[in-house]
């Protein structure tokens, strides 16, 4: 009967549907997967739910006076369904528009985001195939989740994802680890999805296995909770932000008490000598010390000197969570978290040295052989423009702006027509109503989605597109030992199509569609996806079943690698046969390129550079936000189903605050509450532990966002409330996690929250039809 249920695979975990009558009725668990994540199951009630698309839209004012017409009603407007011959015509004459009056670089394919598990059916590659087909686009470069470390990490290691993809995996730690320190934590929540699918959850088993084994766990965070409780560890809290003077004040003590390795230093590593009189303050009379990181952390210095002790007796890995990269100054922990690891001498040694962000994701950790998958070609953006990821705000306000971003100095374009497809910039973004004034600068908004998201209703015309559960497809992750052959379900409702359907019909209108789809149907597009991996040299002791047979079985899933994966193994074992890709060939501690590249605010070696907003400089805000991610869906994916409502309280979303903070604002557990700041305002509920630390709130991000006529979120999306700032002129990454705000209870009587509600849709008058 179970092979008889088609199979379906997602972000957070691969699922058997069971369909009734041509609906999906229920989510059954894949039965490869010992500890399956509840989250997919949020997608049942939702396929049919209001907030579900089923026809093209076009916002009524653009309709009826055509691009740039009342752009500040985006989100305050009625939509009127089209057919998709005339939205087909209208989104093609706008492209032609566009490009024809502006300039291809006026075209922004925004599209950043988890959009499929699937190889083919991935928005934001068919976008950006498309839009190359039509004569080019602007894009963005990195990621939301860590673009600081993406930008630094090649100047220190040669290569960020190399080594984030071979992690040390938990099987090592269990053999040959002694001690896990993690900054920021190991939250198990997280590890329930990854990127391109999840065949088997292995973080809790993986953590698990570690602690039997005898490997003692240290969580240095504000929040006990980014720890499981089974681990038993010792909890640091530390004030936020406050990670690199930690790690400094550890770095001191290995140093000035002879615990280092300075052999290891001297044969792999370069410019430690450049970088030890800051440490030891010879350059600025300030030595950072157990002492000096005490007074900036809020740990107790002996606590400091008794970690580093320890850390140089044992088999030591440091962890440092990706969410330390989305910090004012996010370069900074993960490159001091090497140079605290390489003074250690363990990276490169079993159970021992550095990791980007255990159960960051579900892969970060596992034993796997690398999947080549091979994806949707894009081919050759005629346009070379781009922008941070995290700076999508400032290119819209200052069009022809200059900055610098990782030594270069670059110019904002002008954009005019914005189109996304996979991704929700009104959930990972930060200062929503600074976003949402720049959104109504460019012509046209083009979003491609199957529900109503902040993002679809503030769009002008929207194209409604399928899900998993409603097409073929293929998982092939890079990270996740399994090749599922996923099956369409069900059909979609209405008009609804796949992204591939939708932008194959309008570059058929364009008069590109052979240059589009290669001449190939989607059912030939995933058998070549799939021999092409076949194919491939790195694939070949994989020994993937031909197509047939997967098709028959459903899945498939290769075996793991004989010995476990030892992050820089090979490095340690021959520093010269291979050398990293940095100029030196060996880890920079020191790196002369990005000191000369002037930055103030990202010197040449790990430094401590006090946040805008912390809780060492508080004046008008005396608490600080951690917004995390949350453990009932994926950001903002599925907020809407049942799984996600589930997790809120009253229909808004749950705040943590400490009993000391909360005794002092009159709270008590239950209390709706309002957070606020200078950007915005945001509703929660309250809920009290000594879980975290005094100072700190957290609430999770992921809430859709539903602001009233001030902007105050009803909801609980605390992205109203974190900077809008850069990182560095380095990264430029986001910087969530560097936000100082005030708590109150809310008195009066508490506005609604509807943030799945439809925006009222208008039908078109049949005389306007073919107009």
Not at 89 to 94: F, G, N, Q, T
Not at 281 to 299: F, Y
């Amino acid at each position: 009967m179970t092979r008889n249920m088609p199979l379906t695979a997602t972000h957070w975990g691969v699922y058997r549907a069971k369909v009734q009558n041509g609906r999906v009725t229920g989510l059954q668990d894949f039965e490869q997967d010992t500890d399956p994540s509840q989250i997919g199951h949020g997608i049942v009630d939702a396929l049919n739910a209001p907030s579900r698309i089923t026809a093209p839209m076009v916002r009524e004012s653009w309709l009826s006076g055509g691009p740039g017409t009342r752009t500040d009603r985006r989100g305050h407007e009625a939509f009127v369904q089209v057919s998709w011959d005339e939205v087909t015509r209208l989104v093609a004459d706008e492209l032609a528009r566009v490009r024809d009056t502006h300039g291809s670089q006026a075209i922004y394919a925004g599209s950043y985001g988890w959009a499929s598990a699937g190889r083919f059916h991935h928005a934001p590659s068919q976008l950006k195939r498309f839009l190359t087909c039509a004569g080019g686009f602007t894009r963005s470069l990195y990621t939301y989740s860590f673009a600081a470390a993406e930008a630094m990490i090649p100047h220190v290691l040669g290569s960020y994802r190399e080594f984030m993809n071979t992690t040390t995996g938990w099987r090592s730690v269990a053999q040959d680890g002694e001690l896990v320190v993690a900054f920021g934590g190991i939250p198990v929540k997280n590890g329930q999805i990854d990127s391109g699918g999840v065949g088997v959850h292995i973080q809790t088993d993986g953590m698990s296995a570690a602690r039997e084994a005898g490997v003692r766990f240290v969580n240095i965070s504000p929040l006990a909770s980014d720890m499981p409780g089974t681990m038993d560890a010792e909890w640091l809290a530390a004030r936020p932000n406050t990670d690199v003077a930690i790690m400094l004040g550890l770095a001191h003590t290995l140093y000035c008490e002879s615990l280092h390795d300075p052999d290891f230093m001297d044969r792999y590593c370069t410019g430690f000598d450049r970088f030890l009189p800051y440490l030891i303050g010879e350059t600025d009379r300030v030595p950072k010390d157990a002492d000096w990181a005490a007074g900036i952390s809020g740990l107790p210095a002996e606590q400091i000197r008794a970690l580093a002790r320890r850390m140089a007796k044992h088999r030591t890995m440091i962890s440092v969570s990706w969410s330390l990269t989305r910090a004012d100054h996010g370069e900074q922990p993960f490159w001091m978290g090497i140079t605290l690891a390489a003074m250690l001498g363990q990276i490169g040694l079993p159970g021992g040295g550095v990791t980007f962000g255990y159960s960051a994701s579900n892969s970060i950790g596992g034993d796997y052989r690398q999947m080549p998958g091979a994806s949707v070609p894009q081919g050759q953006n005629p346009v070379n423009r781009y922008i941070p990821v995290a700076r999508i705000t400032d290119m819209l306000e200052n069009p022809g702006k200059r900055f610098d971003f990782n030594g270069q100095r670059l110019r904002y374009p002008d954009i005019r027509l914005i189109w996304w497809a996979g991704g929700n910039p009104y959930h990972h973004h930060q200062d929503l109503n600074r976003l949402n004034r720049a959104w109504a600068k460019p012509d046209t908004v083009i979003v491609n989605d199957w529900c109503w998201t902040a993002t679809a209703r503030r769009a002008d015309i929207v194209l409604p597109c399928s899900t998993h559960l409603e097409r073929d497809d293929l998982m092939m992750s890079l990270r996740d030992p399994y090749v599922v052959a996923m099956k369409q379900a069900t059909l979609p409702p209405g008009e609804a199509m796949n992204d591939h359907q939708i932008f194959r019909r309008i570059a058929a209108r364009m008069g590109f569609e052979a240059d589009f789809t290669s001449g190939m149907s989607e059912a030939e597009w995933l058998r070549w996806l799939y021999d092409k991996t076949r194919q491939t040299p790195a694939a070949q002791d994989l020994d993937l079943p031909d197509w047939q047979t997967l098709q028959d079985q459903g899945w498939f899933r290769t075996a793991p690698p004989k010995d476990a994966t030892v992050m820089m193994q090979p490095f340690r074992d021959d520093p010269d046969t291979h050398a990293l890709a940095t100029p030196s060939g060996r880890i920079e501690v020191f790196c002369k390129t990005v000191a000369d590249f002037g930055y103030a605010d990202c010197p040449g070696h790990p430094t401590w550079i006090e946040p805008r907003e912390w809780l060492g400089n508080v004046t008008t805000w005396p608490l600080h936000l951690m917004s995390n991610q949350p453990s009932k869906k994926l950001h903002s994916q599925l907020d809407q189903g049942a799984i996600s409502r589930g997790g809120k309280i009253d229909g808004r979303e749950p705040v943590l605050l400490n009993p000391t903070d909360a005794a002092a604002r009159g709270i008590g557990a239950g209390d709706l509450v309002r957070l606020f700041n200078d950007r915005g305002a945001c509703l929660g509920v309250a809920q009290v532990s000594d879980t975290i630390r005094p100072g700190v709130v957290q609430m999770s991000t992921g809430a859709w966002w539903d602001p009233d006529e001030t902007g105050m979120c009803r909801h609980g999306n605390p992205n109203v409330l974190t900077r809008d700032q850069g990182t560095s002129k380095l990264g430029q990454g986001p910087t969530a996690h560097s936000c100082l705000i005030e708590i109150e209870k809310f008195t009066g009587t508490p506005p609604p929250a509807r943030p799945f509600e439809p925006p009222e849709i208008r039908q078109r008058v049949s005389d306007q039809s073919s107009a």
